[in-house]
């Protein structure tokens, strides 16, 4: 029964004892047929993509129907064609596979740096970082543009990766976390002839998987959803992202609606894949790393 | 504990077993800097010298990325005389003012019920948390389309069904920095209320229990014991939020190209209208400085916040 479940319920306000009196049944119900008003409004915009997307251009435009007449993949796969998706989802993994690397690796190290080895001065760069976590990178965009046109990287993908190595907010997870990890493993590591380096790579990262799973899933899902920069660096070279070609769609208006629906259907897979795999480790890892600034 | 140290990779330095406690520091001191210093680099190059490059720029005139000459305050002033700026400034307002009515309240909200439902409680927790997985700029093209006008508009569909008139959506001023805002709200209200959800988990049951026994009702439980706890959590909330209000940039770009008539054009929009279209440099990195001391004041209230409820 619908209630019998609220015995299990041993937080918040509302407890099985409560469920005696009728205005809490009414109270209860109506809260959960809330919920799934809160669950139908976050999910239905990306499921009408999906459907709007089987639609043809005439029957978008004429019909007032969320359901389209027909279920047909052959759209997809033409539109997928017509666009040569196939190049800006290559473009789009090699941001996201390299800026993964540079994540994991550069937020790491100067983590572990902070974390563990804490040489001299260490304070002031941890001040560094915390101020840094603070002011929004978006803010000196211009100057980082003259900074890349100035160095020539324009339209490579390097400064693409490497801009993922250089973020406050997964340097504080990565340090959070170290700092739990047992000492007594990295003297152990130290006494057996490790170095620093050996030790990062050999003890720390394999005690740390959980946390490296979520700054990669993190970066994972920021890198495919990058676009000023990308837009900026390698707008007109062939490398654009798949972020980069929806925008120039979307403002060329050379491409018809539903064209432009199944480009954001093909956009938003990925990150939907991802998502049903790794929800738990995504999950978790939005309130950790927010909860223990 | 100082032979580990000196035993550690380096060759075997035989008489220097008796080494000093300074030598030691300093080769962990050089080995530690010596890690450190790639990622520095690229914090340097991608942040800390941009936020003081900006500063440069913004007081020089330029050609293209050149500097040409020094000219003080001038495109400061430039930036003030602009009308758009105005228009930018009042808008932000506008979306500071309405991502409190909508954007601070839904996921409080949304976490109340959450944590106060039993069935399904993980697919909820899953499914609020789901539309920020979305790519940034895809959500705000679904919005556009959702927001059609005229009568095979999504939204238009679906009050159709409850008998309501097709709506203006986006063309109609007054609606544009609300309809934004809710489309910013849908997209990342869910890690918000999970952090509230977190918050209300922490609460001790036992204070629910005693408040019980004391005769309060569950409404009264409510707010009397959660919501006084969001509120510190609110707070910190509240002003992070402010600070992602002043870099709004895609939704108005995207959706309305700031208009109608600039009634939606946000002040980062503003800077990427002056660095990418007019190819004006300095008069962006002017305003981008100006942002940056707005958002400098509110971290620091930010720190604040945080710092006391720790203390």
């Known amino acids: 029964m619908f209630f019998n479940k609220y015995k299990e319920k041993s937080d918040g306000a509302i407890r099985y004892y409560d469920i005696k009196s009728l205005r809490t049944k009414i109270l209860s119900i109506a809260i959960f047929i809330l919920c799934l008003l809160i669950l139908i409004v976050c999910l239905f915009p990306s499921v009408w993509v999906f459907l709007a997307s089987f639609k043809d251009i005439s029957e978008f435009r004429k019909d007032a129907t969320i359901l389209p007449s027909t279920f047909n993949f052959q759209k997809y796969v033409d539109t997928w064609n017509n666009l040569k998706f196939v190049r800006y989802y290559i473009n789009s993994t090699i941001v996201v596979i390299g800026g993964t690397l540079c994540s994991v690796t550069f937020n790491g190290l100067l983590a572990y740096v902070l974390a563990i080895i804490k040489p001299k001065g260490h304070k002031i760069i941890l001040g560094l970082v915390m101020w840094s976590l603070l002011i929004p990178a978006t803010t000196s965009i211009v100057a980082l543009f003259v900074n890349i046109n100035k160095v020539g990287l324009n339209g490579s993908f390097l400064p693409l990766w490497l801009v993922f190595g250089a973020n406050a907010f997964y340097v504080i997870l990565f340090k959070n976390f170290f700092e739990g990890l047992p000492k007594e493993l990295i003297e152990a590591a130290k006494l057996d002839g490790c170095g620093e380096l050996q030790i990062f790579l050999r003890v720390i990262l394999p005690l740390s998987r959980p946390i490296v799973m979520v700054v990669v899933i993190f970066t994972v899902t920021a890198a495919w959803s990058d676009f000023l920069l990308p837009y900026l660096v390698l707008n007109g070279t062939q490398k654009e992202t798949i972020m980069v070609k929806l925008f120039a769609y979307h403002s060329s208006n050379k491409v018809n609606a539903v064209d432009m629906l199944r480009a954001v259907a093909f956009s938003i897979i990925p990150p939907i894949i991802l998502f049903t795999i790794f929800q738990k480790q995504i999950t978790d890892g939005a309130t950790a790393g927010a909860v223990k600034e | ?308 409820k720790e203390g």
Not at chain 2, 40 to 62: H, R, V
Not at chain 2, 160 to 173: A, E, R, Y
Not at chain 2, 275 to 284: C, E
């Open chain 2, 1 to 308: 504990m100082r032979k580990v140290e000196t035993n550690d990779l380096q060759i075997c330095a035989t008489p220097e077993i008796t080494v000093k406690k300074k030598k030691v520091l300093k080769r962990k001191d050089l080995i530690g800097w010596a890690i450190m210093l790639p990622t520095l680099i690229l914090f340097s190059f991608f942040i800390w010298e941009p936020l003081l490059e900006n500063i440069k720029l913004s007081l020089y005139q330029a050609n293209g990325i050149r500097l040409v000459k020094f000219v003080g305050l001038d495109n400061y002033f430039t930036v003030f005389a602009h009308p758009d700026f105005w228009a930018a400034l009042k808008n932000t307002f506008s979306y500071i003012g309405w991502s409190l009515v909508i954007g601070f309240f839904a996921p409080i909200l949304a976490a109340i019920l959450i944590s106060e439902t039993i069935h399904f409680k993980g697919l909820f927790r899953v499914g609020i948390y789901f539309p920020n997985i979305m790519p940034g700029l895809a959500t705000v093209i679904m919005w556009g389309f959702l927001f059609k006008p005229g009568g095979t508009g999504t939204l238009n569909i679906l009050l159709g069904k409850i008998g309501v008139d097709p709506q203006l959506w986006l063309t109609n001023p007054g609606w544009t920095i609300p309809l934004i805002v809710m489309s910013m709200t849908w997209k990342s209200a869910g890690a918000t209320a999970l952090i509230y959800l977190a918050g209300i988990s922490s609460i001790n049951p036992e204070l629910y229990e005693a408040a019980t026994i004391d005769g309060a009702s569950v409404l009264q439980r409510i707010r009397y014991i959660t919501l006084p706890k969001l509120f510190s959590l609110g707070k910190t909330m509240f002003i992070l939020q402010i600070i992602a209000v002043f870099q709004i940039l895609y939704e108005p770009m995207v959706m309305t190209n700031g208009g109608p008539n600039n009634a939606s054009i946000s002040i980062m929009q503003l800077v990427y209208n002056f660095a990418f279209k007019d190819y004006n440099f300095p008069v962006a990195a002017a305003l981008s400085v100006i942002v940056c001391i707005i958002l400098a004041v509110l971290s620091v209230l930010y720190f604040k916040l945080t710092s006391n």
